[in-house]
Structures are given as C-alpha cells and as structure tokens.
T-cell receptor
Framework: KNQVEQSPQSLIILEGKNCTLQ??????????LRWYKQDTGRGPVSLTI?????NTKSNGRYTATLDADTKQSSLHITASQLSDSASYIC??????????FGTGTSLTVIP | GAVVSQHPSWVICKSGTSVKIECRSL??????MFWYRQFPKQSLMLMAT?????????EQGVEKDKFLINHASLTLSTLTVTSAHPEDSSFYIC????????????FGPGTRLTVT
C-alpha cells in the first residue's frame, strides 16, 4: 500500500470552476509536505512547501492545507484555467530527507 | 526559481547500446542531485541520490552497474543507462538541491528514453 495516497485519481472540471485535490499520508514524522504540478512530458514544478507546523500555504490561485493530526493535505485551485491541466503530485519528505511521492491526480480543465 | 536542464530531452536507441543523460544546474551549485524514472501514468520513483564527489546511493532494486551515475561537479550529474533494453524505456527526471530536508528541490524537464 502506497504511503501517500491521492484522490481523486483523475478529475475533469469546467474552466473557471474551483476544485480540491486530496492527499492522505501515513509516513511520519515528516519534515515538510510539498505539492508539485507536472505538465505532460515535463518535470514537476513546486507549488507549495509546508513544514509540519504550518497548516496553510498559498501561491496565487493555489492554496494548500495541512492537518497533521489527521495526516491529510489538500490543494485547492480557484478559478481554474485551461493551463491548470496537469498532474498534481503530493510529496512527503521525512527528516532523513526521504521522499515519498503520491501517485498524483490528473486534472483536466475544459472550456 | 532555479533552473535545472537535462540533455537530451528525448533519445531513441537500439537494444544493447548505452545512453548518457546529463543533468545540469544552471544558476546554482547543487550539492545533491536525484535521479528518478517515471512510467506512464505513474508517479516518480527515486532511483538514486548523488552527492558531488562521492558515490551515488541507489534505492533498493536499482542496479548500480546498469545505471551509472557520476556527479563530478556541483553543476553536473550524468546518468548512463548501460546495455539498454526495451524495458528501460521510460521518462528519466533529475532534480537538484542542497540535500537539506526543508530546502527546495528543482526538477529538470525530463528525458524520454525509448529503446527499440
């Protein structure tokens, strides 16, 4: 069983709508949790980095939340754009600098 | 943010040949570089971690004699896939950073390898 689970696996939304992606993890204790955006055929690009003591972090239209008690994180995208179509990956990094990658959520924004 | 480049961006080679992929940090010195592979619709899988001037640390199940990693300078790491086979066809991504837990890790654009 993957120690970082993401849901949904894929999502299709209309342009302009909001959406929320989920990340549940079992690995701990962790140093920080990150969300990345990966366009098809490209490397991941960092969206947010949250330490274990933070519970929210924003980057433009992207807002990540973290609940260390329930071991859940979410990425909220507001006013979606066609360019938001990509895979979104949740990554949990342990104190020993071990990276645990989620399986990703594939987001498609349609006009 | 910092820029990491990879070369080539895609390569097709015949089975049995070797392929070298370069990863460069263009505007910063990367103490640590990571190499990943990614199969279609799957997440990244860490293959190895390399620190400048020392031997790479390979993840369990990754053959170090097949995937040769050299990190000769603070701005360049290379991954050589030796005696490539069709099952080695994948998307290879490198990342670079300081190696410290809270520091950013910058990913390259990836290299698509197809072995025929």
């Amino acid at each position: 069983k993957n120690q970082v689970e993401q849901s949904p696996q894929s999502l299709i939304i209309l342009e302009g709508k909001n959406c929320t992606l989920q990340c549940n993890y079992t690995v701990s204790p962790f140093s920080n949790l990150r969300w990345y955006k990966q366009d098809t055929g490209r490397g991941p690009v960092s969206l947010t980095i949250m330490t274990f003591s933070e519970n929210t972090k924003s980057n433009g239209r992207y807002t990540a939340t973290l609940d260390a008690d329930t071991k859940q994180s979410s990425l909220h995208i507001t006013a979606s754009q066609l360019s938001d179509s990509a895979s979104y990956i949740c990554v949990v990094i342990l104190w020993g600098n071990q990276f645990y990658f989620g399986t990703g959520t594939s987001l498609t924004v349609i006009p | 943010g910092a820029v990491v480049s990879q070369h080539p961006s895609w390569v097709i080679c015949k089975s049995g040949t070797s392929v070298k992929i370069e990863c460069r940090s263009l505007d910063f010195q990367a103490t640590t570089m990571f190499w990943y592979r990614q199969f279609p619709k799957q997440s990244l899988m860490l293959m190895a971690t390399s620190n400048e001037g020392s031997k790479a640390t390979y993840e369990q199940g990754v053959e170090k004699d097949k995937f040769l990693i050299n990190h000769a300078s603070l701005t360049l790491s290379t991954l050589t896939v030796t005696s490539a086979h069709p099952e080695d066809s994948s998307f290879y991504i490198c990342s670079a950073g300081s190696g410290r837990a809270n520091d950013e890790q910058y990913f390259g654009p990836g290299t698509r390898l197809t072995v025929t």
